[in-house]
């Protein structure tokens, strides 16, 4: 019936490509301040400013917006602190999330620190490899000199500075450090007055996901907003009995993607309708992602469980932690900020050893995995009213914000997937280089049976993230710890 009124209306499928990640839009303003000695040329300079803003504007160019100085100072490169009030009014004006300073030569070390201690924001330090030594005939740039000599002076302000090694500007180097740079801003960004959904209380059994909401709001301004699960409910009774156009478009995207032939259509409906409520009331309440209560003896909003509704809500941009894992939730807005909207992360239990791989452990869960990470391949059912299927494979990076003892702890680590026997739930193997380290790192914490979960590499980036935002980073790779 729905599926018929689907294409008889012409309604747009709700989870078209165009619309993934719809409720999150990530905006980096990056402030751009090059420098140069003033007893230097600055025409060389121009040069080398002219060879790196491509590359700098070539960086994730529809998510980050580059505000540079070219209309405040000379030439667009500062040269003396007296130029430091125009650098600082602009990017004051432009509100900047984060600030690159590229060394054309030593540049001057008084402006960088001038215009770096006058903002709280991630701040990038490089200069391209000089091309020669100086000569009686000529003058080098001296350019990784003088990055010591201001860094210095950063460190001696307590500013912290993220730095790419001195290399040439067309060295994917260059690139890969300026990506790592600004996903870690984002993510830090993303941290910075973060509103979590708190979908109830913890299950009384789950004793492991206790966390202090005022002591998140006080250290790093992250406020939990309680909503009543029962309220999940009656706004879900709403969108059902009222069966608007956006309910049967999404009913009819929903049914066609999973097979629901295993359920009750009115169960389906439910579900459809339940996700539905938590994202207007995550919304009407200003959160970008939340915690639900869940588990055998939690509230079921309108007797169904919720774990489809938070794996589609997931790939909304607005991901929800089960069991009221409060930093779960906050492990998932890091991930989130991290992707850029590149892709969407989850959070699996770590559940059962590979019976036949040492190395290999099940990130599983009942059923709330985004559908956008789905293999290809696998079938995704709808049994006992939670999702099955197997996750795609690729490089997985596997992290965990959490606490213990008042210290906060950011974890990252990487792998691979790998293949497996089948199982219930939604679900795909991890393959570490060795995993006895990784069990041994999470028996003795202080992190737990949650985990983050997302395809790439980028254990670099919380590197990034952990330093700034006062975190102990914590790795099974002691050279990156």
Request: glycine share 8%.
């Amino acid at each position: 019936m729905y599926n018929h009124l689907v294409e008889t209306l012409g309604i747009k499928p709700a989870h078209s490509e165009g619309e993934r990640f719809s409720c999150y839009k990530p905006n980096l303003v990056l402030g751009v301040m090059p420098t140069n000695r003033s007893t230097l040329p600055v025409l060389d300079a121009k040069k080398q400013k002219d060879a790196f803003m491509p590359v700098v504007r070539s960086i994730k160019p529809g998510v980050v917006t580059v505000v540079d100085i070219d209309d405040v100072i000379e030439h667009g490169i500062a040269r003396q602190v007296s130029q430091a009030d125009a650098v600082i009014s602009k990017f004051k004006k432009h509100n900047i999330d984060a600030l690159f300073i590229p060394f054309c030569d030593f540049g001057d070390e008084s402006v960088v620190a001038a215009v770096a201690s006058a903002f709280c924001v991630p701040v990038l330090i490089w200069g391209s490899r000089d091309e020669a030594v100086n000569t009686d005939e000529k003058r080098g740039r001296d350019t990784q000199c003088g990055m010591f000599a201001a860094t210095k002076v950063l460190l001696r302000l307590g500013v912290k500075f993220t730095y790419i090694f001195n290399c040439e500007t067309d060295n994917k180097e260059f690139s890969d450090g300026m990506e790592r740079f600004i996903r870690a801003a984002n993510a830090l960004k993303d941290l910075k007055g973060l509103r979590i959904a708190k979908f109830g209380d913890r299950p009384q059994l789950f004793m492991s996901v206790i966390a202090s909401d005022a002591d998140l709001l006080q250290r790093f301004g992250v406020i939990s907003v309680p909503i009543s699960p029962e309220t999940v409910s009656q706004v879900a009774e709403e969108i059902l009995m009222a069966g608007k156009d956006d309910f049967i478009s999404y009913y009819g995207d929903f049914s066609s993607r999973i097979d629901c032939g295993a359920a009750l259509d009115e169960n389906v409906r439910k579900i459809v309708a339940v996700k539905m409520a938590i994202k207007r009331l995550m919304k009407q309440h200003n959160c970008s992602v939340g915690a639900f209560v869940c588990g055998p003896t939690a509230h079921k909003p309108m007797g169904v469980p919720v774990c489809p509704a938070l794996g589609e809500i997931a790939d909304d941009g607005m991901p929800v932690s089960c069991e009221t894992d409060i930093n779960g939730a906050v492990t998932l807005a890091l991930m989130r900020g991290c992707l850029m909207g590149d892709d969407i992360g989850f959070l699996a239990d770590l559940t059962v050893r590979h019976p036949d791989n040492d190395n290999s452990e099940l990130l599983w869960h009942c059923g709330p995995f985004p559908f956008s990470l789905k293999a290809e391949d696998s079938h995704a059912r709808l049994i006992n009213g939670m999702e099955r299927w197997e996750m795609k494979q690729g490089d997985l990076t596997i992290c965990r914000f959490d606490d213990i003892g008042g210290e906060y702890y950011l974890f990252a680590g990487e792998g691979k997937t790998t293949t497996g026997p089948q199982t219930t739930g939604t679900y795909v193997w991890f393959e570490a280089d060795n995993w006895r380290d990784w069990e041994e790192k999470f028996m003795y914490g202080p992190y737990i049976h949650h985990v983050g979960c997302m395809y790439g590499k980028y254990l670099p980036v919380f590197k990034e993230v952990a330093r700034y935002a006062n975190l102990r980073f914590d790795t099974v790779d002691p050279i990156c710890s």
